[in-house]
């Protein structure tokens, strides 16, 4: 029988980083938080409190000086 769900889950697991060179950064504040990236230009959206996202590790000294994030290596 087939597993599909099993390897689907571990496809969309959130602590697998889609691409190497990426770090978790985390909101620790309660205020919504938009960056865009100095060197990617990606957009990064933390919505609400406890939100993650995949940051680029080139982007990261931009965004290290914002309050309110902490960054999960």
């Known amino acids: 029988m087939c597993n599909c769900n099993t390897?689907?889950?571990a496809y969309t697991?959130?602590?697998n980083p889609s691409a190497t060179g990426?770090?978790?950064v985390k909101l620790?504040?309660?205020?919504?938080?938009?960056?865009n990236g100095d060197i990617t230009g990606r957009m990064?959206?933390?919505r609400n409190m406890n939100d993650?996202?995949?940051v680029d590790?080139?982007?990261l000294p931009g965004i290290i000086t914002t309050v309110?994030?902490?960054i999960i290596y």
């Open 7 to 9: 390897k689907r889950a």
């Open 13 to 15: 697991s959130e602590d």
């Open 22 to 24: 990426m770090v978790k």
């Open 28 to 35: 620790l504040a309660d205020t919504p938080v938009v960056l």
């Open 44 to 46: 990064y959206v933390f």
């Open 52 to 54: 993650t996202n995949w």
């Open 57 to 59: 590790k080139r982007d």
């Open 68 to 70: 309110g994030l902490q």
